[in-house]
């Protein structure tokens, strides 16, 4: 939205421009009977509405259920039979009404932060109720909450909010809708890492109760502070014991060589298969095995965040998947959304130079440092669906009537 111009005056001359072509193409498509709901996407939430599209339909398979995308949106690639994606009509108030004329939704589902102000006047206009999923206010996002913003939503009948830092910023602003907190952006529960219950079983009686750490994918540039983080942790931790997986496969065996020179205790997965007892570092030479490096560290260092040179930085979501505390540098390409969601969850430690990692890793070896940690980043992964189900659940019983869509 335009925001050098008073809202009245946006929608006034936008009220000039007639009823456009994908306007007129989705007015042309049948109501069908039963419940319908339309799901306004931004393109940032695609994805999600997908989701939420899918858990609706396998709730309510009666409904009615079309999906509209911005410009230049992937489509996603699945959804269940009887549900529609089509580009979203102009946003303009004679190409909304056509379609809401045309439709008669039961409801109108509006994802994310690309609001429409003419969406959301010609819903009041018409009695269509409005709903608002997976929202997030704040700093650097698409809408500011100046006075137009919140007069628009104020016409929400309910606002599910991404996460609690969004609720003191329109929890005292407005009055009208009934506001939900997630704490999650709305996402399926990302498929785990595989791996053999009886090699995770077999290795974790090899290292007994030591404490084990993770450093995932290491560059050569990372490699030295890595070393030093561990030899200072070993005063802390004297059995500690590194799982130390190279940025590339191949260099296991050359990295082996060269910590045996320098005089660690060095065993490689692809060579002796397990570590012994005096192991020190035991190189995870094995890229298909991070599942199983993930389920046996309580702590994971993600490899390529203190240089950024790593040519196969692995994504921290495995690692919270799998229960294992998150430890990284400042580079966080190309995972900064990951990291930043981890972040605000308070489900990773962060540190600004490798001088900073030696005393981090300290700290946090202890399983009562990390298990807090790794809860928070496993609530985080886990969390997306809950949101999902919270609002998809909602939504089938305002459709079927079981429950108002506004709160009393």
Known sequence: MVRSLPLWLRLRLASLRPAGPQAKAAAGIA?????????????????AAAVLVRRIAAKMPEARIVLTLPEGASEPRSLPEGALCLPRPEDRPASIRLVLEAWRPDLVLVMGDEMSAALVTEAERLSVSLIMADAHFGEGQHLRLDDATLTLLEKFDRIYLR????????SDRLSGPMISVSDAAMSEPPEPLYSSEAERASMAESMGARPVWLAAAVPEDELDAVLAAHRYAQRHAHRLLLLLAPDLEEDGAPLAERLGAEGWSVARRSLEGEPEPTTEIFIADDALEYGLWYRLAALSYMGGTLSGKAKNPRTPIEAATLGSAIVHGPSLEPYRAE???????????????SDDLPELLADLISPERSAQLAHNAWAVTSGGAGAVETVARDLTEILSGAQPSRAA
């Open 31 to 47: 109501r069908g009977e039963g419940p319908f709901l339309w799901v306004w996407s931004g393109r940032k939430n695609a994805k």
């Open 163 to 170: 996460d609690s830092n969004s609720l003191p910023l329109v």
């Open 339 to 353: 990291y930043l969601r981890l972040e605000g969850a308070k489900a990773c430690r962060g540190v600004r130079t």
